[in-house]
């Protein structure tokens, strides 16, 4: 019996052990798989960075109202590509404030920088206020696809017709 038992008990520990090793290899791969998606992952996206950063950025100007003081974007339907690099101009000709507010498009955006007289600002803009006779350049790539609104935000200026759509499409 105490042979039987030693028998059995070895083959449950040799069992055990096997499972155990197997166990230990599937851990060290996935480290290794983690580890290997955590290096190049930097990596990939810093060829990416550095190709889109390479890129002459497409150019638009945008007014925020106009001379007249009308109450409108020109233009005031946009179209992007994403992966591309952009640089919006935006200028206000009026003699009111203006909002450049579209937070679902800036959500799907990275911006590079926004630049107003010696002030360059990076990281996530959601909004710009521009005062009379202001300009503005925004440097950024679109990312997710999709429609979005554009307004000013000053009460009475999206009801007036200061509004439109901006659209990032292939």
């Not at 890129?55 to 946009?78: M, R």
């Not at 590509?81 to 640089?87: A, C, D, E, F, S």
């Not at 937070?103 to 630049?115: N, R, S």
């Not at 925004?138 to 509004?163: D, R």
Request: charged residues 20%.
């Amino acid at each position: 019996m105490k042979a039987l038992f030693t028998k059995n008990s070895e083959n449950l520990y040799l069992s055990l052990a096997t499972r155990i090793q197997l166990l230990g290899k599937i851990a060290v791969l996935c480290l290794l798989l983690c580890l290997g998606l955590i290096v190049a992952n930097p990596a990939i996206a810093a060829n990416l960075a550095e190709d889109v950063l390479k890129q002459t950025a497409t150019e638009i100007k945008i007014s925020l109202g106009n001379s007249a003081n009308e109450l409108k974007f020109e233009p005031d339907h946009l179209q992007f590509v994403p992966g591309k690099r952009y640089l919006l101009r935006l200028n206000n000709p009026s003699q009111l404030k203006h909002y450049f507010t579209a937070k679902d498009f800036a959500d799907g955006i990275w911006t590079q920088k926004v630049e107003a007289g010696k002030v360059e600002v990076k990281g996530a803009i959601h909004e710009l206020e521009l005062k009379p006779g202001a300009e503005a350049e925004w440097v950024f790539v679109p990312m997710k696809q999709g429609n979005y609104n554009l307004h000013c935000s000053i009460p009475g200026h999206t009801e007036a017709g200061m509004k439109g759509e901006i659209a990032i499409a292939n």
